[in-house]
Each structure stands twice: as C-alpha cells, then as structure tokens.
C-alpha cells in the first residue's frame, strides 16, 4: 500500500516535470534534452536560496522557478532561436550540448559533493486502507467529473455532434486523467488484494503519507491543472495552442509568436525547476547527476503520454510514477529505472504515437 | 610550482602515449558512429551501451578464475575474450536492432538512449555477474609476460594504432563501395532508396550489428587503457563526446572524425594535466563537461556542417564521375542539410 503512496508523488512530480518537457517540445517541435539540468538547476537554487538567504522552502521554491523561468527564456532566446530554422536534430544536439554546459556549471559552482536540504519533509498523517481507497475513489470520481466536464467544452468547440455523449467523452482530452486515476484505483484494489499485510509500514496496517508529499502531489496536480486551463481558457493559452500547430499561420494572422514562445519557455523551466526543488527536498538532498537521472524518466513519460495532449502527459507521467515504485513489490528497487525504460520500449514498439495521443484517431475520422 | 609539474607531465612519454592511445580507441569508435549515424541516417544515442556490453563480456571471461567474487569467470585467454567481446556485443546489437530499427527519427534516439542506460542499471545490479557499482579493478592485458611496463605500454598503443587504422580502411572501402552509396541512398530519401531495390530494413539492420560487432572489439582496447571496469565508466557523457567529436569534425566526413577527436581530447586531456589549488577543482572538474557543450552549441550554430564536411569525403570522386559538378555539389550540400534537418519530412513508413 505504501508503494501506492511513493508512486502518487514520484508521478506527481515526474508529471510537472514532464509537462514542461511536452510543452516545449510541442511548441518548439524538438526534445530538449537539457530540460533535466533546468531541472537540476532549479534544485540547487532553491537550496542555495535556503541554506544561505535563510528563505522558507515555499519562498525559496517560487523565487527559484522564476528565476529558472527567466533563463528558459533567455535561453529560448539566444540559444534555440538562431538554429530553429535548422529542425529538429540540430536543435535536439543543440540541447544537449547545452545540458552539458548546465551540468558542467553546475559542477563549477556547486562541487560534486551531496547537498543537503534542511527541510523535513513534515509530520505523517496516517490512514487505514479502506479511508486511503475511499479517498483515491473520491479523487478518482472527481477527477473524471472534471475531465468529463473539460472533455465537453473541448468537444463542443470542435465537434457538436458528439458533445455529451460517451464516445465523445472517451475521444477526448480529459481522457487521459480519468484513465490515470481509474488504473489508480484498480490497482490500488489489486495491491489490496494481494498484499493486505500493509507493505513497509510495520506498525500498523495502514498507509501514511508525510504532510509535504500529500502537498507535492497536490501542488503538482494544481500546477498542471492551471495549465491546462490557460491553456484551453486564456487567450495567451489559445495563441499558444496556434502556434504550436502552425506557427506561420499563427504569425500571419498577427499572434506575436515571439511572445508566445517566451512563455512557453518560462512555464516550461519554470515547472522543471519546480519538480527539481520537490525531488530536492524528498530526497533530502542532491548530488549533480540528478539532471541526467531525471531526464530519461522524463523522456520516457513524454513519450508514452503521446504529443497532444497536456492531461495525457500527465496521466502517463502518474502511471509512470506508480510503475516505477508499485513494481517495488515484485522486483527489487534497484530495477525501478529498468522498469521505466522497459515500459517505454515496450511502447514505443507497441503504440509509437504514445498512449494517449489524439493523431491517430485524428488521422482516422479524416 | 603546479605550472612545473604540469610542464614536467608534458615532457613525459607517458602523458603523450596515454593520450594517443585514447584518441586513437575514440577515433575508432566515432569513426563506426559516423558509418551508423553520419551515413546510414541511424542517430544512435547509445553506443556506449555496446561499448559497455563488449567490456563486460571480455573482463567477465579473462578474469583468472577465483580473483573476483563472481559466479562466472573461466579464465580465457585474451584473443579469446576479445572474440567473445565481438560475438556478444553483436548478438546484443542484433537484438536491440530489432526493436529499436522500427522507430524512426527522435524515437530511435531516445530508445538507444534508453537500452544504453538500462545496461548501465543492470551492470550496477546484477552484482553475482559484473561485481556491482565497484567493478573490476584489474583487466587482463595481453603481451604482459613478454614486456616490461614501458614497453608494454608502447605495445599496446601501437595495438590500439592498428585497430584505428583497421577501422579507418574498413570505413574507406565503405564509402567507395555500393554498400556505403546505398547507405547514403537511404538515409537521404528512403522512398527512392526502396524503389531502387536496396532492402531499408535489413540493411539498417546489418550496419547497426556491423558496428555492434567492431564496437565489442575495441572495447578490449579502452579497457587496456582504462585498466579498470565499472558502471560509472558507461555513463552517457561517452557517447556524447563521441558525438560531439563527430559534430565537430564534420558528420558524414570519413576523416573528419579522427580530426574532431584529435582536437576535442587533446584540449580536454591538457586541462586535466593542469595542476590547480584545492579552491578551483570544482571549476577544473567542470572543464570537460563544459567544453563538450559549448562546442557541440557554437559548432551546429556557425558550422553546423562540421570542420570537414561530407563533401571534404564525397566531392572529389563525384567531380571524377560527374560533368555537373557545381550543380552535384549543390544538391550534395543541399541533401546535407536536409539529413541533418532529419526525416522531418518524410512519413513513417511502417
């Protein structure tokens, strides 16, 4: 049960993580590979910010994704922008050289030693199983209340027809978090029934779960939910949807896209960095591969969320997270990045366009 | 003080045979990087998982029997472990290949990507097999009954030497025969290349075990250098100073990268020679992390075709060939440029 626990957050944070990672690379129709170090970046301020400006981690955490976001920014600018009309590789070898000057930065400046985080991760607030399924069927409920409702409102602009209807409700876009949460709960009953021992926690049969992880997990969702709907809500979030699918178009039709992909540079970094201070903090601390660690499980939950799709990103990233730490049952801990690349193989063989991109089926009715 | 050490380890023949020993196994490996990647179109992000394979497999069965605490180890001898090396690694490749030739563009990429590290993760945790995070701290070198260290050390550099070479011949007679035109073919418009009969997949298929086959035979050779074996060896950062090298050179240019792994060790090697006070080795560890980065940037910003570019190879037997050479050499340029841009053109054509 406890597993459940560690997989909700490790897929909380990978999903804010990654959702940084699909948005740049919808927009800017590449892989940015230096993402894990913008990541890493982020963590190391927010210590920095802590252990010497003496802020709170909350403080800490917000001045250091903007500051993060700032230089996504800037380094949209002045490093992607003049070899963008050069594609997709130069731009993918373009990242990762610049990851490596990230990382060696951080090298230069910070050591290769641990850096500790002195911040607890807070006092445990335990459950007994059935009030953890109760809750997860709660959340689970609503959130495919939610993705209904937002399924609607997409269909309805694009579609009238369907509107309402179940098929319209599967064919759409909140898809991906009700399907996250619904294997959520499935297998959260299926750990149930096998394990009803209550893994890892010794002393009593339930689940707990430290303050500061039930805060990153609703942090993380929040954060992505916001996103979503500025995205689908906001006019900064329809420019940017434009852009991303034509982006001359987008121009000719007078939407700045220069401004455009200013933002999607700082929501981009500005979330890496936001996981990075959460992996920081879990952790207890960092030691600088943690760029290059996080950037393959990001890689991983992009591509099997699919392009197309903010919740479908997110949905996988969770699904990913679960996988990772529920696998802990059956396979040493030891495997749980083999368990994540192996899934990802396995779906770019079985399903290349990933699990919950919408191209196929738009491929289809066309 | 420290400049004097640093001068004294330029005078010595040992810093130097070191380094040419190094670049002579990373030339090796770029050079096979350029047949899979600069001519055959597959962007492969993970060939030090093969590299990796290959070390494992020779170091696992040249280790004398009963020195390590290992379930395998039957003590063959050192031609029969660079054999084993070979075969192994090209299985392995054959069956990463077979998966992993089905994706195209980034999906490749990121799957090679992927297969190196999970090797990685399992030389770390299959411990009964490749002792853990430690390792091994001692590799079987051949001719070490017959030469004094000195001696020995020249030897195997000229060994190392004649492998570069074996391998620069071997991608010569690749770029002049109709195997590396079909290669060339297609990777630069795949349609036309399977209109023209060439079998795509197979011989993707058949370049990718070719260099899975000659990467598990140099791996001996980095390990002599190396003398060592262990996971944090395999970390991506050698792939992409392969990369970086073959960037650097000029991708597709047959000499190009021996002359980027020239340029690119020899600076960061020299670095490493340089003594500093306690406060900067944080900067000094830095150094070749740093120096991969700017170059791969600055090079694919303000000469994204490389130091010698595919044309320094091609150009002068299409002159031979051809009357139209300014117009071939254009559309030469012209598909450059478009490979380099990848397939984002082309469909999926599975």
């Known amino acids: 049960m406890q597993h459940v626990v560690f997989g909700l957050t490790t897929g909380g944070v990978l999903a804010a993580a990654t959702v940084g990672f699909a948005l740049i690379r919808q927009t800017e129709n590449f892989l940015h590979i230096a993402h894990g170090q913008v990541l890493a970046l982020g963590a190391y301020l927010s210590i920095i910010l802590i252990t010497n400006g003496g802020l709170n981690v909350f403080v800490a955490g917000l001045v250091a994704m903007v500051l993060t976001g700032i230089l996504g920014v800037a380094l949209g600018a002045v490093v992607f922008k003049p070899v963008a009309d050069q594609g997709g590789n130069v731009l993918l070898f373009t990242s990762i050289g610049l990851a490596f000057v990230i990382y060696g930065a951080i090298i230069a400046t910070f050591g290769t030693v641990l850096r500790k985080v002195p911040v607890g991760l807070g006092s445990r607030i335990e459950f007994s199983v059935t009030e953890f399924v109760l809750v997860l069927a709660l959340a689970a409920a609503l959130a495919t209340l939610v993705g209904w409702m937002l399924a609607n409102r997409a269909r309805r602009a694009e579609h009238r027809e369907v509107a309402g209807t179940w098929a319209g409700l599967w064919a759409a876009r909140g898809t991906g978090l009700m399907l996250a949460l619904i294997t959520a709960a499935v297998l959260v009953t299926f750990v149930l029934a096998t394990q009803s021992d209550g893994f890892g926690t010794g002393s009593h049969n339930g689940v707990d779960i430290a303050t500061s992880e039930l805060a990153m997990i609703l942090m993380s969702l929040g954060a992505v939910l916001s996103l979503q709907f500025f995205l689908s809500l906001t006019r900064m979030g329809r420019w940017l949807r434009a852009a991303a699918s034509n982006p001359s178009l987008a121009a000719v039709r007078g939407i700045p896209v220069r401004v455009v992909s200013g933002v999607v540079w700082f929501i981009g970094s500005a979330l890496a960095a936001m996981a990075g201070v959460m992996i920081a903090v879990r952790r207890g601390g960092v030691t600088t591969p943690l760029g290059w660690e996080n950037i393959l499980v990001i890689l991983s939950a992009a591509v099997l969320g699919g392009t197309g799709s903010i919740m479908g990103v997110m949905a996988a990233a969770v699904l990913l997270g679960l996988a990772m730490d529920v696998s802990a049952l059956w396979i040493p801990t030891a495997y749980r990045l083999v368990v994540a690349f192996g899934a990802l193989i396995l779906v770019l063989l079985v399903r290349p366009e990933g699990l919950f991109s919408t191209r196929r089926r738009a491929e289809q009715a066309s | ?350």
């Open chain 2, 1 to 350: 003080m420290n400049t004097l050490a640093a001068i004294s380890a330029l005078g010595s023949p040992t810093f130097w045979m070191s380094l040419f020993m190094l670049i002579g196994i990373y030339s090796a490996v770029t050079m096979l990087l350029n047949v899979e990647a600069g001519w055959g179109g597959m962007w492969d992000l993970g060939i030090v998982g093969l590299l990796a394979i290959g070390s494992y497999t020779y170091t696992i069965v040249t280790n004398p029997p009963g020195e390590f605490d290992v379930v395998y180890s039957p003590g063959w001898p050192v031609w029969a472990g660079i054999l084993a090396a070979m075969a192994t690694t090209g299985i392995v490749a054959f069956l990463v290949g077979l998966p992993a030739l089905r994706a195209r563009r980034e999906y490749f990429l990121i799957i090679t990507f992927a297969f190196a590290e999970v090797f990685r993760q399992l030389a770390i945790n299959v411990r009964d097999l490749t002792h853990g995070t430690v390792g091994f701290n001692s590799v079987a070198r051949p001719f070490e009954s017959f030469f004094e260290k000195d001696a020995l050390r020249g030897v195997l550099l000229a060994v190392t030497w004649a492998a570069a070479l074996l391998v620069y011949a071997l991608t010569r007679r690749i770029s002049r025969s109709g195997y590396g035109r079909a290669l060339r073919a297609m990777r630069d418009n795949e349609p036309v290349a399977l209109s023209l009969g060439i079998r795509v997949s197979w011989l993707r298929l058949q370049t990718f075990v070719l260099v899975g086959v000659a990467v598990g035979g140099v791996a001996p050779l980095y390990l002599w250098w190396l003398r060592y074996v262990a996971p944090s060896v395999f970390e991506p950062q050698f792939t992409f100073t392969a990369w970086t090298a073959l960037v650097l050179g000029g991708i597709a240019s047959r000499s190009g990268a021996v002359l980027g792994v020239g340029v690119l060790l020899l600076f960061t090697e020299l670095v490493e020679l340089i003594d500093v006070p306690p406060e900067f080795r944080n900067v000094h560890v830095a150094v070749h992390p740093l120096a991969i980065g700017l170059l791969l940037v600055l090079v694919l910003r303000f000469r994204p075709e490389g130091l010698l570019s595919e044309r320094g190879t091609f150009g002068a037997r299409a002159r031979q060939t051809t009357a139209l050479d300014g117009a071939g050499a254009a559309v030469a340029s012209r598909l450059r440029r478009l490979s380099l841009r990848g397939d984002s053109g082309k469909e999926e054509s599975s």
